[in-house]
């Protein structure tokens, strides 16, 4: 199946720095990529989709001046949390859905944690 | 938009017998289902989808089925073992294997399976 990388793993940031998490498809071309959040034992609740050089969609409560998400290439997504705060620690991971099967194929997720 | 709900929230049954989670969703043009499979700290994995032209779908242990009519569809683990221990996630998704539909998760069912 395809592969999603995301890096960082894992982050720890002081109150109101910004972090930059990325998103990379590995072995195919992601037109398409979304960004989840997940608190602990709960869902995967769907922030934005990230589209390649375009714009990205954000779903309703998520403030995109907040989630910045840049999608430059057909490989690489990437999701900046600005002047991050406590309340934004949490996991957030990436996926892709495969062009043929429409399978989604997620990253590793990053565990963000701001003190 | 699609939501997805999910039952049981826990569930927890004896080594080598059945476990059953039900889900409902919300978007009669959903047509896509998958199932995924989260252990602790890892990323979700597929273990078996099914799209709306099919009724049921049967892979080793797991089946799955759809009725489109009641907008309901379940997933069956037979002969649990231990490892089958995590959280599952139903999902809905709409379009035809297209790589940019959205996929939306349900609240996830945490299973423990008891030697």
């Known amino acids: 199946g395809a592969v999603v990388s995301q890096h960082p793993s894992r982050v720890i940031c002081k109150s109101g720095t910004s972090v930059k998490i990325e998103c990379r498809s590995l072995d195919f071309q992601a037109t398409t990529m979304f960004w989840y959040r997940q608190f602990p034992k709960q869902s995967l609740m769907l922030m934005a989709t990230s589209n390649e050089g375009s714009k990205a969609t954000y779903e309703q409560g998520v403030e995109k001046d907040k989630f910045l998400i840049n999608h430059a290439s057909l490989t690489l997504s990437t999701l900046t949390v600005t002047s991050a705060h406590p309340e934004d620690s949490s996991f957030y991971i990436c996926?892709?859905?495969?062009?043929?099967?429409?399978?989604?194929?997620f990253g590793e997720g990053s565990r963000l944690t701001v003190l | 938009g699609e939501n997805v709900e999910q039952h049981p929230s826990t569930l927890s049954v004896q080594e080598g017998d059945s476990a059953v989670i039900k889900c409902t969703y919300s978007?009669?043009?959903?047509?896509?289902f998958p199932w995924y499979k989260q252990e602790l700290g890892k990323r979700p994995q597929l273990i078996i989808d099914?799209?709306?032209?099919?009724g049921e779908k049967k892979d080793q242990r797991i089946a799955v089925t759809l009725n489109k009519t009641a907008k309901h569809f379940s997933l069956h683990i037979t002969e649990t073992q231990p490892e089958d221990s995590a959280v599952y996630f139903c999902?809905?998704?709409?379009?035809?294997?297209?790589?940019?539909?959205?996929?939306?998760f349900g609240p996830g069912t945490s299973l423990s399976v008891i030697p």
């Open positions: 978007d009669s043009a959903s047509n896509y």
């Open positions: 999902a809905a998704s709409k379009g035809r294997k297209t790589s940019y539909d959205k996929v939306i």
């Open positions: 099914i799209r709306s032209n099919v």
């Open positions: 996926s892709a859905r495969g062009r043929s099967s429409g399978e989604l194929f």
